[in-house]
């Protein structure tokens, strides 16, 4: 239900309804990884994996404080799954050019084919999802996400957006 008042549009949902948004994001995640988390089990990974995988292709070279930042996960925690994507073959780890304290990350041909197995699924998914909807909905939907971000997440979603990576 919406409402007028001072020139804005106020919008008032009922518990139940934000409870019926709540579950949707539930089973729509359960969805969105369903197809990466088949992949990822084959190969005894995570979602950990996947999230560093995606966004060290999305930005070749990124440290991995910036990795850090991103994910918002321990140092320890991110340390492990790098370890194992490094070791499997699928990242490499290179010493800065500037700074020879940072490690500067990149995809593998191996890491780059798994990103684009893990990442195709969910384009599949995300597209049809996206041409159901209708544009109207897309940008809505965009906007309910970004809405939902903290702050900090925000700008850094933009940052990434804006970079053309």
Known sequence: MAEKSGGETLLFLTDEQLRQGIEAMYFAYRGFTADPDRILADLAYGRAH???????NRAPGTTVTNLLAILGVTKQSLNRVLRTLIEDGLVESRVGSNDKRERNLYLTEA?????????????????AAF?????E?????RRVLEAMMDTEMRRQYH???ESGQ
């Open 111 to 127: 890491g780059r084919e798994l990103e684009s197995r893990l990442s195709d699924a969910q384009r599949t998914r995300m597209r």
């Open 50 to 56: 996947h999230r560093a995988i995606h966004f060290i």
């Open 159 to 161: 940052t990434l957006r």
């Open 131 to 135: 041409r159901e909807a209708g544009p």
């Open 137 to 141: 909905a897309v940008a809505g939907f």
